[in-house]
């Protein structure tokens, strides 16, 4: 029987970081080798048609972020593996806050025969791509001052083993550009010595003082990394939200996905001498994207491009568009729930200017009770094609995983494949006996002697948007009872305080849960701790693209930063929060059991919420949040950290004549709503409304769910 290595998303790792080295997986309370995940990774990919469709494979692979989460625009890929033709295998990961790429090489008996660590050579990370004889990687760098000389692009050579050959550059002038890489995720293909990087930025300002958002096309000679073009305005496309580019034969092609100029998801076709002249490049319409210009919210996303003998074909997940009334740069009006049918585009090649391509759906989910992930297109070089992606329940719940062959028109070939477990979707493709014991064979559940040395280690929570550094040695806490109170605690001089942004319960099982944590004006450090525990002091930092607020919302975005270093929440993955997603109970729960610092996963979740108090009996997981209930929640757990929330007689009837919208409400909900008043958790949704109705944002909850811890070390302190 095989055990599990794969810790769940939504508790805290600790990473060893030296490579090869083990790690703390949350969850199963067991360790396991990083090199050895990886490399189960690199296995799947390489042999993702392991037994059932032989033939060349792509040599190139991205890691696909299988989420229910639908982002309006792409972001820059962060783990990629590759095949070199001598059959080795290569695992890059991009470590965003760190500015580092990690890069493992595995060789013909799945052992690491290299591995190192690349420093970023400029603060923005592009792409990596895997030519036929060289690795490259694209970097970047804002110039919101319109420098003309400033490097803005900076396209790195090197050989297969790693080491640094040249590079090319691009400057602010050539691209007119002041943010590489801007709402988008840019990707390089390669056809001999010509190498093509297919991009998006932020450009110079224009006359109405707006910077507008375009795709941008870099050729380059690769024998002496000489720019050839650094900007195309044959194929532009704005604002451009995904960019792929493949070469048919000598062809270059580029699939942009555009909300805008043109609002649809549109292909270019350049021509082998498009690297010295370039001609007209003729376009289609691979999907025509109902809507106002420009709104951002588009409902679709794109998952790939493939070339088969006689089509183009792209991966596409797509909201049934009739149901939409409005779109706006941030919602879908009248769309009730994000759900995305999953769609391939098929392209005749000798497609006439302006051609529409048409569309084959191959699994329907709209109307269903599940959400499907955007899918991923990947070439079986034997003119048949993949399409891969994941189910959700409507609460978020990960599900099963599924394949679907498709042929060079975009017909399936039989049914779709369904995997319910990680481990069968692996063992379906590859062997696991065939790989190294430490892939699959976890050590013995002993947990490791992680002292001397512990400083500096990594923790990630979840996603790896969410990470930081532990500063210093454990630290006991004693409570004096098995019910919450606050202790203080004076850290070692090593320590320093002025990082610190939270103390975590180091378990048993190598699993972290932090915990309500003050760091006083004489030094000291208040922690909330239930019973005796053992403490790490963590720096924790956020590194979400997507929370921009504007200046009107920045304490909203303050908070959201504050709730990532409280190990409150996490990302949804490739940098991303989602501040704008549904909140349902469980999610609720978790946010705010972590505020308490009660240990909590996502599949026990509301039981755990029902064993503290938070929850009722009848409550259901997947069930969205209005502002009324989640202010119960926050009393009931405000009470179970040992916070007496009361209300004087009449007080809560004196407190919400302040809101119009509140006469519906019940005893419980007036009181409890009342109460967050008061202790200035909840701030109203207008000059006199509340909103209880209201079904609350991620955002939303990570900030109630900061105000409400500080306002339990507030009391608990003043005691």
Request: net charge negative; with cysteine.
């Amino acid at each position: 029987m095989k055990k599990r290595i794969l810790s769940a998303a939504l508790v805290l790792c600790l990473i060893i970081t030296s490579f090869g080295a083990a790690s703390l997986a949350a969850g199963a309370g067991n360790l396991s080798g990083n090199a050895g995940l990886r490399l189960q990774k690199a296995a799947f990919y390489d042999n993702h048609l392991h037994t059932d469709y032989p033939g060349p494979r792509d040599t190139n692979m991205e890691i696909h972020d299988y989420s229910s989460v639908f982002t309006r625009w792409a972001h820059p890929t962060t783990n990629y593996l590759a095949k070199y033709t001598d059959g080795r295998m290569v695992s890059v990961e991009v470590f965003v806050q760190k500015k580092t790429v990690t890069v493992e090489i595995f060789d013909h008996d799945g052992q690491v025969s290299f591995n190192g660590e690349i420093p970023f050579e400029l603060p923005l990370f592009g792409t990596f791509y895997s030519g036929e004889k060289y690795n490259y990687m694209a970097f970047g760098q804002e110039n919101e001052e319109e420098d003309d000389e400033k490097e803005v692009i900076r396209i790195v050579k090197y050989d297969k083993d790693f080491n640094r050959l040249e590079s090319a550059s691009v400057s602010g002038r050539e691209a007119y550009t002041t943010v590489p890489f801007f709402t988008g995720c840019p990707r390089i293909a390669e056809r001999g010595d010509t190498l093509i990087l297919h991009t998006s930025r932020r450009m110079y300002k224009a006359p109405d003082g707006f910077s507008p958002q375009y795709n941008l096309t870099i050729i380059a000679d690769t024998r002496e990394m000489t720019v050839l073009f650094s900007d195309v305005p044959q194929n532009r496309v704005s604002h451009s939200f995904n960019q792929y580019v493949v070469f048919d034969g000598a062809d270059p092609v580029y699939l942009d996905h555009g909300d805008a100029l043109p609002r649809s998801v549109i292909l270019h076709k350049g021509t082998d001498d498009s690297t010295v002249t370039w001609p007209k490049v003729p376009h289609a319409i691979m999907f025509d994207i109902p809507g106002e210009l420009g709104a951002n919210q588009t409902g679709v996303t794109v998952g790939g491009l493939a070339v088969s003998s006689e089509n183009y074909l792209t991966a596409i997940s797509t909201v049934d568009h009739s149901k939409v009334t409005e779109y706006t740069g941030y919602e879908m009006i009248g769309l009730e729930l994000d759900q995305r049918d999953i769609v391939i585009c098929v392209l005749p090649k000798n497609y006439s200017n302006g051609d529409v391509a048409s569309q084959i759906t191959i699994c329907k989910y709209v109307g269903t009770d599940t959400i499907a992930s955007t899918p991923q297109l990947i070439s079986n070089g034997d003119d048949t094609f993949t399409v891969m992606w994941r189910e959700f329940a409507l609460d978020h719940t990960a599900g099963a995983y599924f394949t679907l062959l498709i042929d060079g028109s975009g017909n399936p070939i039989g049914q779709r494949r369904k995997f319910d477990d990680i481990l069968d979707f692996y063992d379906e493709f590859f062997s696991l006996d065939a790989l190294p014991s430490d892939v699959h064979d976890l050590p013995p559940d002993e947990h490791p002697d992680l002292e001397p040395g512990l400083t500096d280690h990594e923790v990630y929570l979840g996603s790896r948007e969410v990470s930081g550094v532990i500063l210093g040695s454990r630290i006991a806490a004693d409570s004096g009872s098995a019910a919450p109170a606050l202790v203080s605690l004076k850290l070692d001089d090593s320590v320093d305080l002025g990082k610190l942004t939270t103390m975590a319960v180091m378990h048993d099982d190598g699993v972290l849960t932090a915990v309500p944590t003050r760091v006083c004006e004489d030094g000291s450090v208040l922690v909330l701790v239930r019973g005796s525990v053992m403490l790490l002091p963590l720096c924790i930092e956020a590194d979400f693209k997507d929370i921009d607020m504007g200046a009107e919302y920045a304490h909203v975005t303050d908070e959201i930063h504050r709730a990532a270093n409280l190990m409150i929440v996490e990302g949804r993955g490739n940098g991303i929060f989602d501040p704008s997603a549904p909140v349902t109970e469980r999610e609720a729960a978790i946010m705010l059991l972590r505020a308490v610092g009660v240990p909590v996963d996502w599949d026990s979740a509301m039981e755990i919420a029902r064993a503290h108090g938070l929850a009722g009996a009848d409550a259901a997981s997947g069930t969205p949040m209005p502002r009324a209930d989640t202010a119960v929640m926050i009393v009931n757990a405000l009470r179970d950290a040992g916070v007496k929330a009361q209300l004087e007689d009449g007080e809560a009837e004196e407190i919400l004549s302040a809101f119009s919208d509140v006469d519906d409400l019940d005893d419980i909900e007036r009181a409890s709503l009342a109460i967050c008043v008061k202790l200035g958790i909840f701030q109203g949704s207008g000059s006199d409304t509340m909103n209880p109705h209201g079904i609350l944002q991620r955002s939303q909850v990570a900030s109630l769910a900061v105000r409400m811890q500080d306002v339990i070390l507030d009391v608990l302190s003043n005691r």
